[in-house]
């Protein structure tokens, strides 16, 4: 196994077009987690998944922002309508519940113009 | 309100030097890890300490967990330009309200050849 792994690393998009970023996970992890982070700040929870469930959602992530897990393994997170406030760095970590490690893919850097 | 509050926020010292980063909080946690993230990378994890008064040694770092298991503390010995990046705390804690893993808000470290 590879470990987490992220697509694209880098995406520049127009403001009000769509994005969407997958992650894949290391393949025996149930639950997997999706974070924004701006530069030299803490990544900021976004969503949480455990197996194919949603089972929390940030207060802060807005109806334009959307995620899926199907079957439990990889999953995607979807922007829509883009705005330059979206611009950030998006981490997808994925940990078996059995233990309290966390680990993270490399990110995808999103730059809206 | 962050769950986790680390210190100082940045830092930035002379090759050589000893330094020291708190992750505060007032709630108890089962475990805290500590990762070190990169520009432009995901967060690596470092280490993880699950009983309180736990030290752990990892070359020239070292990591405490307070004995109430609300606090930890990575020092780091005669730091070199490779420990340059951005340090996170992060974990569940023990009274959880909900399924996030709760990261700290992050200690920038410079180190000036």
């Known amino acids: 196994d590879t470990g987490v792994s992220q697509n694209p690393r880098h995406k520049i998009t127009k403001r009000g077009q769509n994005v969407t970023f997958r992650c894949d996970p290391i393949?025996?992890?149930?639950?997997l987690y999706w974070y924004r982070q701006t530069l030299g700040q803490g990544p900021e929870f976004l969503t949480y998944?455990?197996?194919?469930?949603?089972?929390?959602k940030s207060r802060l992530l807005s109806d334009r922002f959307s995620a899926e897990r199907p079957k439990g393994s990889f999953s995607t997170l979807e922007i829509q309508r883009t705005e330059q406030g979206d611009s950030a760095m998006y981490l997808c970590a994925s940990r078996d519940s059995l233990y309290p490690e966390a680990f993270f893919g490399q990110g995808t850097r999103l730059t809206v113009v | 309100t962050q769950l986790l509050e680390q210190s100082p926020q940045f830092l930035s010292i002379q090759e050589g030097e000893n330094l020291t980063v708190y992750c505060n909080s007032s709630?108890?946690?089962?475990?805290l890890q500590w990762y070190r993230q990169e520009p432009g990378e995901g967060p690596v994890l470092l280490v993880t300490?699950?009983?309180?008064?736990e030290v752990k040694k990892l070359k020239r770092l070292t990591f405490q967990f307070g004995d109430a298991r609300k606090d930890s503390s990575l020092h780091i010995t005669a730091a070199q330009p490779g420990d340059t990046g951005l340090y996170l705390c992060?974990?569940?804690?023990?009274?959880?309200?909900?399924?996030?893993?709760?990261f700290g808000t992050g200690t920038s470290l410079t180190v000036i050849p």
């Open positions: 300490v699950v009983t309180g008064g």
């Open positions: 998944f455990q197996n194919e469930a949603q089972l929390e």
């Open positions: 709630s108890v946690f089962s475990s």
């Open positions: 992060a974990g569940d804690p023990l009274k959880d309200t909900g399924n996030q893993f709760y």
């Open positions: 393949s025996e992890h149930n639950r």
